[in-house]
């Protein structure tokens, strides 16, 4: 049996296997030869003083233990051709795993999705980027895996259930990502990896006898007596089927507007809405690492801060370090950013979201749209944005001290965001509360990381697709639409995930819930 052992060791040795074993051979007291192999199980830079350290967990085989690499393999799915339909809308983590838990039941899913194959997407990002062509079913939002597909790739968490979430990263290793995200304390896989991982699913999908359908955008949804009947497609075709695991995401407003217009069940939700800040990366490992150059053994640094501001809360959200501001929006006439990173994190600048929680009393000016008036703020916040800053993919941009002053920056230096910016006062994009409140917020930001509020820094409006402005309501139990037989909201876009692992977790237990509610069906 190994011996499991916590460390905290310098990152000179946590990189290197040789003194690895010597640091753990004085510690154990025996000598380095007798040591067969150290397994790092967990992984986390401590930061919190001058001396940085890394804390590891790791399992040690002496000579003579029996050792064995962990092999990470696909479940053993059935052929399921021939078996029982259920149709997935949207090809998302959330659609894509809950696609791979069905057919471990035994059963055939059928994915829609509006966008293209991964390789595909790629052409409309481009034209999002250069050109300022939006593409209403191909962004970065939209389009075989979902809006996760071009991102950083971040797989943590607030899901307290550590066995569902090993359970997707351990699948994820076994179709491609590295084995470190199960180590990592904050795992990320890249937005170069990504797209094979996701192509491989696609194809592990197929191979089994499912099928995936793309540039098939789902407009109408079939119900008689309140339950479920199928899909009718944009090209008119009909698809029918009694169980649909709908995980349209957080931006497919045509179906929340769908689903209000066929009186389908649907609620205002809050969530989250500011900018998008850049740093130099360089700036931010020095006020996390308390160094003036980061090194080679250390990893780019990310930062989390939550301020409460004016009674509300204001934090960073999904923070790329390393990373590019991306143009998000998923419609002409609108601008929205986020953030990517590739693998190794080694683009100059870092960005994150900066973000408040909005509450409904705020949509109050929106009231008029019911459940959709939260989608009608955050898309009217959008629009103004895409006014303000000259009618393309430019984003309305300010220096962060000139914002917190009220001041129209004078210049904006390039920034990642690559259709470009226009300087703005940031007071314009957004209603007064709120720009009060981020104002308030960076300087308090600021007094907890000196040197992070800074001329230099550059914030860009608006992160606005945080989370979902909707919830579509299900039954706590059988995961079904409260009012809607055979109906499964799943996912970001249904109000009950948060960010890639949350929604794939969401779409295999949805998955679930249909086989479960088939097999009480066939008893009877
Ligand atoms: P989505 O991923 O949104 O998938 C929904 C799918 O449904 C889309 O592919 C869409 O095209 C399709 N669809 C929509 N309407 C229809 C229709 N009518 N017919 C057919 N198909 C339809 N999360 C993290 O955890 N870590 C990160 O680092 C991270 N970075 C991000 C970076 C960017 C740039 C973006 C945009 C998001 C990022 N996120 C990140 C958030 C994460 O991507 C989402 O939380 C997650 O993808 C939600 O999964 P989902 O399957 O519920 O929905």
Not at 158 to 170: A, F, P, Q, Y
Not at 221 to 226: Q, S
Not at 370 to 375: F, I, S, T
Not at 405 to 423: A, D, F, H, M
């Amino acid at each position: 049996m190994p011996q499991e052992l916590l460390l905290q060791v310098t990152p000179e040795i946590a990189a290197n296997q040789e003194q690895l074993k010597n640091h753990i051979s004085k510690q154990i007291q025996v000598s380095a030869n007798a040591i067969q192999q150290v397994v790092v199980l967990k992984r986390s830079v401590d930061a919190r003083q001058k001396a940085i350290k890394i804390n590891l967990k790791v399992a040690v085989y002496l000579k003579g233990d029996f050792f064995e690499a962990t092999k990470f393999q696909l479940p053993d799915y059935p052929n399921v051709a021939t078996a029982q339909e259920v149709v997935v809308v949207g090809a998302g983590p959330a659609g894509l795993f809950a696609a791979l838990q069905l057919i471990e039941l035994g059963l055939k899913p059928i994915v829609l999705e509006r966008g293209k194959e991964v390789r595909g997407r790629r052409r409309d990002l481009k034209a999002i980027n250069v050109d300022h062509i939006v593409h209403e079913d191909s962004n970065y939002c939209f389009g075989e895996g979902g809006a996760g597909t071009y991102s950083d790739g971040k797989l943590y968490t607030r899901s307290k259930k550590r066995g569902d979430v090993t359970r997707i990263l351990e699948l994820l290793v076994a179709y491609g990502a590295t084995p470190d995200i199960l180590v990592e304390a904050h795992p990320h896989i890249g937005t170069n990896k990504l797209p094979q991982i996701i192509q491989d699913i696609r194809q592990k999908i197929l191979a089994c006898g499912g099928q995936v359908l793309f540039e098939t955008r789902v407009t109408d949804i079939l119900i008689k007596n309140n339950e479920v009947q199928g899909v009718v497609t944009h090209q008119g075709d009909t698809i029918l089927a009694n169980k649909m695991i709908l995980a349209t995401g957080h931006s497919a407003r045509d179906i929340y507007q769908l689903l209000d217009t066929k009186k389908i069940f649907i609620e205002a939700k809050p969530f989250a809405l500011g900018v998008r800040a850049e740093h130099s990366q360089a700036l931010i490992d020095q006020i996390q690492y308390s160094c003036d150059y980061r090194g080679e053994l250390l990893p780019p640094a990310p930062y989390s801060i939550v301020k409460q501001v004016g009674g509300r809360g204001m934090y960073s959200f999904c923070m790329c370090p390393g990373g590019v501001i991306a143009p998000c929006a998923t419609s002409p006439g609108e601008v929205v950013t986020n953030g990517w990173s590739p693998s190794k994190r080694d683009q100059p600048t870092a960005n994150s979201g900066i973000v408040i929680e909005l509450r409904l009393e705020d949509f109050k000016p929106f009231a008029k749209f019911g459940a959709l008036a939260g989608m009608e703020f955050q898309k009217s916040i959008e629009q103004k944005a895409w006014q303000l800053a000259g009618e393309s993919q430019r984003v309305p941009a300010q220096r962060m001290i000139d914002f917190t002053q009220g001041k129209v920056s004078s210049s904006i230096p390039k920034t990642s965001y690559v259709p470009g910016t226009t300087s703005v006062e940031m007071g314009q994009v957004f209603p007064g509360f709120l720009t009060q409140i981020l104002r308030e917020g960076f300087s308090e930001f600021g007094k907890s990381m000196k040197g992070y509020l800074t001329n230099e820094a550059i914030l860009h409006a608006p992160e606005s697709r945080t989370s979902s402005p909707v919830r579509i309501p299900r039954d706590p139990i059988s995961y079904e639409h409260l009012q809607i037989k055979g109906l499964y909201p799943c996912g970001e876009g249904a109000g009950y995930a948060g960010g890639i692992i949350s929604a794939a977790i969401d779409g295999e237990k949805c998955a679930l819930m249909v086989g479960e509610c088939l097999r009480q069906k066939n008893m009877q």
